[in-house]
């Protein structure tokens, strides 16, 4: 299964690069800037990621699609391989990326290509095992969707938790016409730190099971359990369909800003390929492949010496100065924001989008801000 939804992953980009570099409308008019220290070459391995690649190149990785040069002339033009030569090369003066066959000094590189390489086996745009599981099983809900959802009311265990091969007894599902089913447990609620709003709820995946017997209550097989299973969690059908394919990172356009506000597996420190969870979705204008810069917050700290000069000022009245001397009012300035990482959306729901820290270089933590890339 694992191998399949890799292939189909690696399908779909194959068709979503030949749109992204046909009109992509976020990136237009950006200037490419090749990296200082840039290589002349790269010999792909496995392993290797677009992304990884483009950062060799690219001062900004996100811009790939205005450097990449393909030969519509080979199969899956837009697919790159382990053993594939991408050249530096300039046309119309412009830099582009290139596969080639033929390193810098001459050498001809032979690669096995008696057989055709299936899609499956190109590279990956960013490291698949790390979301792989969120876009299938992650659920972001509106409190009335967890509310009206068909929930387990017993098992045939007579405990009160069940777990793999026992048998759930489901109540309100209404429509009984799917075989297979998963389970959830309400998470976290999001709200938005500024606003209050309360943007979704986490439903947490359990596990999945089949349904062996219709009626009221419907009785289903639970076949794989992540944590046990106990009476008034929710049971959805499966939908396969929730599979998303993964575009090549790029920058937003007219992008205000947002926070992040929840990371998965509960780590208090955020970074490198960490699950997040951003305030901004699908009715901000977040896509799946967008990129976005991180900010630590800058810090608030007392300033002493603007304290007393405000103290010892004479254009501050003396009742401000008696207030400020009851409540111990300090003066106070806020540090910078310092960038501390990027990351890229790869899962949009209404309101809430779900991201990968593809770098960290300073420690990330919850309210973080993100930003356009620069």
Request: glycine residues 8%; charged residues 25%.
């Amino acid at each position: 299964m694992r191998k399949l939804v890799t292939g189909l992953l690696a399908t779909v980009f194959s068709l979503t690069m030949c749109l992204s570099i046909a009109a992509d409308t976020d990136s237009q008019g950006e200037d490419v800037v090749l990296r200082e220290g840039h290589p002349e070459f790269h010999v792909v391995q496995p392993g290797d990621t677009l992304w990884d690649i483009s950062q060799s190149f690219l001062k900004s990785p996100w811009l790939w699609p205005e450097i990449w040069h393909v030969n519509e002339q080979v199969d899956n033009p837009h697919l790159i391989f382990p053993g594939d030569v991408l050249s530096l090369v300039y046309i119309d003066g412009k830099p582009r990326i290139t596969k080639s066959n033929k390193l810098p000094n001459g050498v001809i590189k032979l690669t096995p290509r008696a057989r055709r390489l299936s899609a499956d086996q190109a590279i990956a745009t960013i490291p698949l095992d790390a979301i792989l599981p969120f876009l299938t099983s992650a659920r972001v809900l509106t409190i009335k969707e967890l509310n009206d959802a068909p929930y387990i009311v017993g098992n045939d265990s007579g405990r009160l938790l069940a777990a793999n091969d026992h048998k759930v007894y489901v109540r309100g599902l209404t429509d009984q016409s799917s075989e297979k089913y998963s389970f959830f447990r309400r998470g976290d609620i999001y709200k938005d730190p500024q606003t209050g709003e309360v943007l979704g709820v986490e439903a947490i995946h359990l596990g999945e099971g089949l349904k062996i017997q219709s009626g009221d209550p419907v009785v289903m097989r639970v076949k794989k359990s992540i944590e046990e299973l106990r009476k008034g969690d929710r049971v959805w059908p499966t939908n396969d369909e929730q599979i998303r394919p993964v575009y090549f990172p790029r920058a937003p356009k007219n992008f205000a800003g947002g926070q992040l506000i929840s990371v998965y597996a509960g780590v208090e420190q955020i970074g490198q390929f960490d699950i997040v969870v951003i305030n901004r979705g699908d009715r901000d204008g977040m896509e799946v492949g967008h990129v976005l810069d991180i900010y630590q917050r800058g810090e608030v700290i007392r300033d002493k010496i603007a304290t007393q000069r405000r103290k010892n000022s004479d254009e501050v009245s003396v009742w401000d100065k008696l207030k400020d001397s009851v409540t111990g009012t300090e003066q106070t300035i806020k540090l910078p924001d310092e960038k501390a990482g990027r990351l890229m959306i790869f899962r949009t729901f209404e309101k809430v989008s779900l991201a990968l820290v593809l770098k960290a270089t300073r420690s990330i933590h919850i309210l973080d801000n993100v930003k356009t890339p620069l």
